[in-house]
Structure formats: C-alpha cells, structure tokens
C-alpha cells in the first residue's frame, strides 16, 4: 500500500506569510509555519487523489499510531520559535502518566520520545545545545543584574543558572543582550541574532536563556540532529523536520504558549549535545544513534526497501513512486507513505525530494 498525503497546516504566529503556499497551494496572507506529514493525532495528514483533492480520509484512517514512528513537517520560520526542550522515552512516559492524575498540568500531548533533526532548504540559523560557560558568561557579564547567573554557570549548574536568569528577565535587561553579545566579541551574525531576540520579545522572562544556548548557521541541505533533552530555539529559515513521532514541547521562553520551567529542567538531557551534519547537497543525514535517515534527492531514482517505515516528500518539481502497484505521481507538496510491511518501492524525480526512513524495525 502506497498512500498519497498532504500536510496538515498549521499557522502558529512565528510562520512566514505565506511561507508554505508553494506546498500547500494555498495562500491565505497569514503566517503559515508548518506542514505535518504523519500521523499524530494533532494534525494527520489528509489523503489526497490523484489531481490533489481531500479525499475525506486522513492517514490515522488507515494506519495505528505503532505503524507510523516518525513526524516529517515543512516549516518556515520569520522569526525565533520557543526555547524548548522535548522528553526523551523515559520522561515521556513518566510525565504523561503523571498528567493523567487529577489536578496535574497538562504539559505533554503524547506519551513519547521527540528527537528531530532540522535539514535547511534555504540557509538556516538555530541555537542549539549550550555554549561553553566561559561564552555564556562572558556575554550575560554584559547584562546587568546576572551575576548570580553567571556565578552558576562557571559552577557549571546549568538549572540554577536558568532559575536565576527567568528570575532577573526584565525589558531593561532583555534590550542589552545584542550590545552584551558584541561587548563578548561574537561575530556579527550572532550579534543580530540577539538583536532579533530582544526586538521580537522585549518582555519575554526566557529570553536571556538564548545566551546560554550555542548559535550555529546551517547551509542548504546541510541538518541539525537535536536528540530528546536538548534545548533549542529555531532563529529563521525554511527546512525539512523529521522527528520521532510525537509533539512533546515543554518551553522554557520566547512564547505566549505556557512555561513550565521544572518540567523542562527535568527532561533537560545535559550529557547529550546536538550534531550538525555538514553534509554536501544529497549525501545521506544519519547521525549517530538516530532513528531515522534521510536523503535530499534532486534530479534522480532510489530504491526504498521494505522492512522500515517510508516516506517521500515532493519538495520541488515532478516524482514518480514505482512499486507492485504501478506508478503514482506525487504532487509538489505532497508525501508518499509506505508502511514497513509493503513491497520494496522507487522513488524518481525531476526535482527534489526528501526520502526519509526509519531505523527502528
Ligand atoms: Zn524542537
């Protein structure tokens, strides 16, 4: 069984206007942020026909939750998303059966794992993982009124460093980071980073967090592995996200969505750091212990073998997906999906497509 998806949009205020028409042939004026290829319940993908139609069914109709393991999305992002941090399997599971008691806050939308990676379809700008302490506090030295937060950072006590800082967040403060992230001698496209993140949230508490979070640009076709634990903030930029299936976001700043700073200190992974891959243009992306692959295919044909969940994502221009059923012709914007038991398949394409695979059966 070959199944022919498109995303489910989602508008969240931090998306390009009409970021995501290309692919979703529609352009509403408003910001769009992401497409959702898969199957979690807070956004199953639609099936479409053959001309792009809603077929009225979606992919939870035909597949459980089990037989899907991964979340692909397109996302475009104008301007920084939340500081945030996802649970590894073990905190999932523990915190989704503690908000199942009565009283508890609600923090988790599922009970598992969110480990993603980001790979730019244009060039991308992220934090990610943790500066050294001697940069993080060689920045906040130049915002006043963190000489608490920068005594635990050179103590290496990254919670109460963070408890400290959400603790002094003032506009005041928040306006320096750009002039402290100069004054610490960062190169230019940090300093605007910052600046960024003192304009676009001037009176948010988590937003002298960013100056404890490592900057890095990603070229296109270039990723970030971000494993379960590691906290992040996507700047800017338009990329495929490929992540375990699932939508676990404690935040920790930079959201009107709520803050739950214990929540996110416990899922806080600090042996675990991101990898960047510096891939050239349609090398295979598989960091280390990942549970998924993925290839950007231009102009090409590739053979998806059974065993493991698929899916191709139409990025750009014509693909054919070939399998025991015939030939299906993708749309742009538009996903195959392949279940782990079906045949052997090929993809081909006059254009670009993302080949994502799981590892995990
Ligand atoms: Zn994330």
């Not at 397109?74 to 999932?92: F, G, I, N």
Request: proline share 6%; glycine share 10%.
């Amino acid at each position: 069984m070959v199944l022919v998806v498109r995303g489910a949009v989602k508008d969240y205020d931090w998306g390009i206007v009409d970021g995501l028409a290309a692919w979703s042939d529609e352009a509403t004026g408003g910001p769009q942020a992401e497409l959702w290829f898969g199957v979690h319940p807070g956004g199953p993908s639609p099936l479409v026909d053959p001309v792009g139609d809603d077929t009225g069914e979606h992919l939870g109709h035909h597949f459980d939750v089990e037989e899907i393991p991964l979340l692909v999305k397109l996302l475009a992002a104008a301007r920084p998303l939340s500081v945030q941090v996802h649970p590894d399997a073990e905190t999932a599971a523990a915190g989704w059966k503690r908000q199942q008691q009565p009283g508890e806050a609600r923090v988790l939308s599922d009970p598992y794992e969110k480990t993603e990676m980001m790979i730019a379809l244009e060039p991308f700008e992220a934090f990610a993982g943790w500066r050294s302490a001697e940069q993080a506090a060689s920045i906040l030295e130049n915002v006043q009124g963190t000489s608490a937060a920068v005594a635990a950072i050179r103590a290496h006590d990254i919670p109460a460093a963070i408890r400290e800082l959400l603790s002094i967040s003032a506009p005041e403060r928040i306006g320096q980071l750009a002039s402290a992230a100069q004054a610490a001698g960062l190169p230019i496209e940090q300093i605007e980073a910052y600046r960024t993140v003192q304009e676009q949230y001037p009176n948010d508490t988590g937003a002298l967090l960013t100056a404890m979070l490592d900057y890095l640009t990603l070229d296109i076709g270039e990723a970030v592995y971000v494993p379960a634990g590691v906290p992040h903030s996507y700047i800017r930029g338009t990329g495929v996200e490929v992540m375990t299936s699932s939508d676990n976001v404690i935040r920790l700043g930079l959201t009107g969505k709520p803050v739950f700073v214990d929540r996110a200190i416990e899922a806080l992974r600090l042996d675990l750091e991101p990898q960047i891959v510096r891939a050239e243009f349609g090398d295979t992306l598989w960091p280390t212990a990942s549970p998924f692959v993925v290839r950007l295919l231009r102009d090409g044909r590739e053979k998806l073998p059974k065993g493991a969940y698929r899916i191709v994502v139409n990025v750009e221009g014509k693909a054919i997906i070939d399998s025991d059923i015939g030939e299906i012709s993708l749309r742009q914007g538009t996903a195959a999906v392949i279940g782990a038991g079906d045949p052997d398949a090929w993809v081909q394409t006059a254009g670009l497509v993302a080949v994502v695979q799981s590892t995990q059966r």
